[in-house]
């Protein structure tokens, strides 16, 4: 069901990819690309916002997306651009591989009108890398409003400049203050504010501007801080397996469109993850 009649559960903006993993297989990837496809499973109602290569891995991942019934009237095609590729996106930074293509180029004028509602805006932090997505990305967060809803932002710090916190942090800090909500991990913590307690983290982040802060530690659980109270969710062995650390997020935020209250959103949220596979972009 769908926030209020005629308006969508989530406008996702941002990197859309494919990911390949070492037996070939290919998923869809980037930042945007797996909220959407994990936030789909749980049927929500979505349009992306994002843009691939005029290429045979953009047309799969168009496709697959189209088959979990996102709306992909605005995802881009960039003629003589190749769609971006990732290899151990959630490895070994060291062993991490990225052929840039398309994805960073989506541009500020091709988000769609405000007209178009939703419950929440969700952008991807990874497409703040580079202009022109850059501005897309913030123009997103700031429309949110505009569009009958709120904005919420995966921060994914550990893959923008993890070798420069002082730059991370100063293009993060003014998406961080349009955001209402942010899903961050403990390894983009740690790039922002070095080893630290998490409910320090939570504290440190909310006064960048967000109400609503959803942090995922190195051993599964969860840590929601929302106006000023905190809410701690142990992760059993099982959930402290994670295969996808979009996962979590997107069903928080799925929880979040559908009027769930912050606490019980991030507790189906840690089942969910410990239960979803990367989603199959459905070619070798």
């Given at each position: ?5 005629g308006?969508l ?13 070492s ?18 499973a ?9 843009k691939?290569?005029d ?14 019934n ?9 003629p ?34 405000r ?22 990305a ?71 501007g ?25 992760a059993?062995?099982?959930e ?45």
């Amino acid at each position: 069901m769908t926030p209020m009649s005629g308006a969508l559960d989530w406008l996702a903006v941002g990197d859309i990819a494919e990911e390949r993993g070492s037996g070939g297989q290919a998923t869809i990837g980037g930042g945007a690309g797996r909220l959407v496809a994990h936030a789909a499973a749980l049927k929500a109602s979505i349009a992306v916002v994002g843009k691939v290569g005029d290429d045979e891995a953009g047309r799969h991942l168009r496709d697959g997306l189209s088959r979990l019934n996102v709306d992909v009237r605005w995802l881009r095609s960039a003629p003589g651009v190749p769609t971006t590729v990732w290899i151990g996106r959630d490895g070994d930074p060291t062993a991490r591989r990225v052929a840039r293509g398309a994805d960073l180029g989506l541009r500020l004028d091709e988000l769609p009108p405000r007209s178009v509602t939703a419950a929440l805006t969700v952008v991807s932090g990874f497409s703040l890398s580079v202009e022109p997505a850059r501005s897309a990305a913030m123009g997103a967060l700031s429309s949110a409003f505009a569009r009958g809803g709120r904005s919420a932002l995966l921060v994914e710090a550990a893959l923008l400049w993890s070798t420069n916190a002082r730059m991370t942090r100063r293009v993060l800090e003014p998406a961080l203050a349009l955001s209402d909500s942010v899903a961050l991990s403990s390894a983009d913590a740690e790039i922002l504010f070095g080893l630290i307690p998490g409910r320090q983290v939570l504290r440190l982040v909310a006064e960048l501007g967000p109400r609503v802060v959803y942090l995922t530690q190195a051993d599964g659980s969860v840590l929601v801080r929302e106006a000023g109270r905190v809410h701690a969710f142990a992760a059993t062995a099982r959930e402290r397996v994670i295969s996808d650390p979009a996962a979590g997020p997107a069903a928080f935020w799925v929880g979040l469109a559908h009027r769930q209250a912050a606490a019980k959103a991030a507790e189906a949220s840690l089942r969910f993850a410990s239960a979803r596979r990367p989603p199959s972009a459905g070619r070798r």
